[in-house]
């Protein structure tokens, strides 16, 4: 699955302050580390400050700081404000939506959706962060070509 | 063990809203005369204020082997925690001592299947290191 850049830039940015909650990270610190523009960074971490999962500290010094519940927010709540992520969408228009075969790949596409919202559903922020560490801590293991 | 089914039979009517009295006699039978080396019911006790200990949560599983084309591995079936005695570890202490049995015995992979529903304890599984594996469950309404 493909997420839109607005989500994905959202998602590192939660993982990236969620890190270490005691630490505020400006808009373009996280931008470097992410190869990301600070514009449209800065658009994102508005909208993740009006969610609660942020915060932004004013003044000299200034960044953003993680006021989320790392253990219970998910990928999903956190996608979920840019897209409308794994959602059955229905009454779409489709061509072909109404015929048979349209009805059988509707049935198999609402399959993946369902699967999607789970898995998205199931991971929270904290579980993402252990993920990291253990990547980190062993980062040549993986899929051999 | 017998002594704690009783609070076992209790607390899993209480999590699912099931009794399933008969099931939960069976298997542990079942565990006592067959396989008992590969087969594991545990429970997490808590010590009251008077020294009385009752089970709070519990995990069972077995290991398995050819099933679905897989190889030996150990299987999850149940994992439960009383609401009132969560967000303690007794979830973590209760996985980690059936992943250290399963692995005493040279089990390499251990699998357990949930709900697509049960965003609770599929963030549970995930959280103790738990991934999607290579099985997809497949099912067809036979009436």
Redesign the interface.
Known sequence: MKLQIASLLAVYSVLELARDPDRQLSAAEIGTTFGMSTHHLAKVLHTLGRAGMVRSARGAGGGYQFTGNA?RL?LLDVIRLFEPIGEHESGREDRGADTDAGRALTRIFNEID??TL??L????L??ML?IMQ?SAAAPNTGTEP | MEADLDEVIALDERVTTVRKAEYWQDLYTSYQTRRSGERFFFVAEETNDRGEKHVRGFVIGEVRAWEFGSTRCGWVFAISVDPDARLAGAGEQLLHAISNAFRDIGVETMRTMIS??N?LL??FF??E?MM?GPYVQLEKDLI
């Open positions: 253990k998910t369902d699967n789970a898995t559903n199931s991971v929270t904290s579980t252990k253990k | 697509r529903d965003h599929m963030s995930r959280g290191g999607a």
